[in-house]
Nanobody, 120 residues
Framework: VQLQASGGGLVQAGGSLRLSCVAS????????MGWYRQAPGKERELVAG???????NYQNSVKGRFTISRDNAQNTVALQMNDLKPEDTAVYYC???????????????WGQGTQVTVSS
């Protein structure tokens, strides 16, 4: 499974960005999809996740500002980020948990990361 993320950039505080990620390759099923981020000197952390059925969960610091969505037919996941704050600055990684075959286990796959920088 290959994940290609796009949409990062530089924005002023209070602005918006939309991240997109598409999964490609050979796989049987994509289960959870999500976005993680890693700021300099910090560990990678979950920002938001979404199940195939559309149930979502968010890190407390982004609730009410970020919205995750997915299109199962297109194998895409997006993250709409509004009211961005300087502390949202990080490299954002797309993630999915997928089965390569019907009988295989789930494995985690990662995109290449996209930089989001929020200036004050």
């Amino acid at each position: 499974v290959q994940l290609q993320a796009s949409g990062g950039g530089l924005v002023q505080a209070g602005g918006s960005l939309r991240l997109s990620c598409v999964a490609s390759g050979r796989f049987f099923l994509i289960n959870g999809m999500g976005w993680y981020r890693q700021a300099p000197g910090k560990e990678r952390e979950l920002v938001a996740g979404i199940t195939p059925g559309g149930e979502s969960n968010y890190q407390n610091s982004v609730k009410g500002r970020f919205t995750i969505s997915r299109d199962n037919a297109q194998n895409t996941v997006a993250l709409q980020m509004n009211d961005l704050k300087p502390e949202d600055t990080a490299v954002y990684y797309c993630n999915c948990r997928a089965k390569i075959t019907k009988d295989s286990s789930n494995f985690d796959y990662w995109g290449q990361g996209t930089q989001v920088t929020v200036s004050s």
